[in-house]
């Protein structure tokens, strides 16, 4: 017996052996494929005028560590994410004209970055727009790239930063492609035009399944703008404009979308229709809710329901997606100790696996969630035990190429300050701003070695109490609760023990057990053994080869206990400043403009009128840069007016160089006088 367990224990080995080598040949190859487009100007499209007025003639690229060919990888490789089928994309019209959705005058105004072809990117999408493949289809689908590249234009001259925050809306993109659709399927003539075009393509057989298609994901998409739409009289409407995304708010309420539950269903649609509405609606969707087949199921039923009654139901299932943030900037962040504003996620072991799974989740990955009988080697992984049921989590999220681009954001540096394009440094002013950086910032916002492969980014936390900027999106992240669903009576792992799902559950602790079983669970578009040992070498690959491991948090907020287990994600994160340059707006929420506004006060009722503040309201979208006070354009043209008085919107806070904020000892340092904070703000450029 003892011989037979030895032998077993041997096989076993060698066989995971066998998959990890056939995962590592295989991830080889495709690598050397992939890297093909060496497009020296990257597909850059070398002159434009931009939605707002502004010229370039060229475009720039600074030294970040990537050639051509990496940063044309970083565009355009796929992460599972299908927003509609390739085709429609491709053909669709806007809305109210016959010119196509995609045009790059039309791109170019929801602030995404046009591209000419390349070989990798042959119909010439824009930054971070690709076709993708799912199940033998394809569809247009976004990278990290749509959200994590952006374009300063100055004199002439844009210059492109790979890893920096867009400057896109991506809030009025959906609306208005959910309208481009609605009005395709109502328009004879945009329908005729739309479906022979399609079929063109050769990706449907005839019109009615172009028409079936074109219904569907015409829903799908006002759906999801309806569920993430702001709302609530008690909370104010805050909208994105541009540069802006409240990902978390979107990525629980596609979670809590796609873990609903039959039992659940059916209770909810008791308490918001009325008697004889109840009548009408359940006579077409009993039959969906009794069916073992339950994956997508509220895309199922809305079908059978007004939009007034979308709405009942929406407000009972779904958190208000109100809590916009800059799109964070991306270089270093394979060595941080915590990502996101709050330090939601711990970056050590298998950490990024499961924090690039959800913002895939939350970027139009297919969920096919379902229940099933009895157990699963995926389901076991994932922690639903041994019961006689699981739950699978099959999805076209692409966990092999996320593990791919986080290791290849190790070679992206922060981009310097670059004085053949920009004003030359002044000097004089930077030496005195050195000083005064050491004693106003130092203490939170450590320096680093930039392109040191060993470098560390350890987050220094801060309470939003302590810190005083706007607290909307650390309280929806400990805030928002959800139906568990299919989850209910599941286990969540948290820092302080294991939080048991009840029918209403955190947000957090649903999306944490969601993201677990995804990386789990292999891509069944693959034959049985290719998809193990891939997924086999993702693991051990992850695993090993992050350098970042498990570690305390640091700085002053109030740790997780028993009682509170998320508690310390009430506070935000404050990082090492290299490139800070490059990322304006500031603030989490991106409600300072210019980096010489964040050195300024916010004013108060008892404030005197003839002092120098933080600007209440500008105007956001430009791409125009002022190296002066190291911001975009804030006036003078059409752009979302950004008004800081709607919470989420705040502008308050971080007010160390005015005197108002505590350092962590606790001690207030005199307001810097103007001079002093042009000195600091010349240091802060070099970064």
Known sequence: ?????????????????????????????????????????????????????TQFSRIAYLEQGWSASDSLWFYNTTQGSNLLPYSF???????????????????DRYGYLPQRPTESNPDGLAVGMVKDEYQGRAFMGFTCAACHTTQINYEHTGIRIDGGPA??????????????????????????????????????????????????????????????????AKRPLTHYGYGRLDAFGRIYNRVLEHIMSAKQMRELLIDVLSSAELV???????PILNATDRDHLLERIQVYLTDKQIIRLRNQIFN??????????????????????????ANGGLGPMARNAGQVIGVFGTLDWQEKQGISLSSVLGGQGFGSRHIDFQSSIDIRNLRRVEKHLRQLTSP???????????????????????????????????????????AKMISVSSVGTDSKMAENSLGFWGHSGILQNQYVATQVGNLLLQQQAPAVAL??????????????????????????????????????????????????????????????????LNGIWATAPYLHNGSVPTLYDLLLPKKRVDDPIEGEYRPDEFRVGSREFDPKKVGFRTEDYDGFLF?????????AGHEYASGRSPQLDGTYLPALTEEERWDLLEYLKTL
């Open 643 to 651: 008004r800081t008085g709607i919470w989420g919107n705040g502008n």
């Open 1 to 53: 017996m003892k011989w037979c367990s030895i032998r077993l224990i041997r096989w076993c080995v060698l066989c995971f052996i066998g998959l990890i080598g056939i995962g590592t040949v295989n991830g080889i190859v495709s690598r050397l494929h992939e890297f093909r487009d060496d497009d020296p100007d990257r597909g850059a499209l070398p002159s434009s005028v931009d939605k707002f007025g």
């Open 89 to 107: 994309f491709l053909v669709l019209e806007q809305a109210d004209s016959a010119d196509l959705f995609r045009d790059d005058r039309n791109i």
């Open 511 to 576: 999306l944490t057990l969601a993201t677990r079983n995804v990386v789990t669970t292999p891509d069944r578009d693959k034959w049985f053994l290719r998809r193990w040992a891939e997924r086999s070498f993702d693991f051990a690959h992850t695993f090993f080869d992050n350098e970042v491991q498990p570690s305390l948090k640091h700085g002053l907020y109030t740790p997780d206990s028993t009682v509170e287990p998320f508690a310390s994600i009430q506070a935000y994160k404050a990082r090492p």
């Open 416 to 458: 310097v300050w670059p004085e053949h394009i920009l004003p030359k440094i002044d000097k004089t002013r930077l030496m005195n701003g050195t000083r005064i950086f050491a004693k106003y910032c130092a203490s939170c916002h450590v320096q680093i070695n930039r392109t040191a492969a060993d470098r560390r980014v350890v």
């Open 167 to 232: 400057n896109s809306d991506m809030e009025n993109f959906m609306i208005d492609l959910a309208e481009a659709l609605f009005r395709t399927l109502e328009t004879e003539e945009k329908r005729n035009r739309f479906i022979s075009n399609v079929l063109k393509r050769r990706e449907y057989a005839t019109a009615n399944e172009v028409v079936a298609d074109l219904k569907k994901y015409a829903q799908r998409i006002r759906a999801y703008t309806i569920i993430n739409f702001p709302r609530d």
């Open 280 to 286: 009408d609606v359940m006579m077409n969707v009993e």
């Open 320 to 345: 208000p997606a109100d809590a916009p943030v800059s799109y964070p900037f991306l270089w270093d962040v394979p060595y941080h100790d915590y990502i996101q504003w709050n330090g939601r996620v």
